[in-house]
């Protein structure tokens, strides 16, 4: 749930890694400081490679549901703590969610 990542990224921001999987303009528009844009994850789970395998994803879309379908093909390659942002974006937003926006030079 949104509301729950924002309490545990205030107390701990280093504790997950946040992959969002929105395309480069959805992402540039809006997203969760210290997340990592990685569209290609959706047909391609195969080329997502954890900087720390120990630490818990939060793969984040727009609404959740092409987080849900990244998190299975990452669960089926063997990361076990893989969580999806519930209602992503659109929820992270609604519950007053930190976003910050990439600035084109």
Not at 22 to 40: C, D, M, V, W
Not at 51 to 63: A, G
Request: charged letters at 25%; one cysteine or more.
């Amino acid at each position: 749930m949104p509301w729950h990542l924002k309490g545990a990224l205030q107390k701990s921001p280093e504790e997950f890694t946040l992959v969002d999987v929105r395309t480069a303009l959805e992402y540039e528009f809006f997203h969760i400081p210290g997340s990592k844009n990685q569209p290609n994850l959706l047909l391609h789970p195969e080329l997502f490679r954890a900087q720390d395998p120990r630490k818990p994803l939060v793969i984040i879309c727009m609404t959740g549901h092409r987080s849900s379908v990244v998190a299975y093909g990452l669960k089926r390659r063997g990361f076990t703590k893989v969580h999806t942002l519930t209602f992503g974006m659109l929820g992270w937003l609604l519950s007053g969610g930190e976003t910050m926006r990439e600035e084109k030079e």
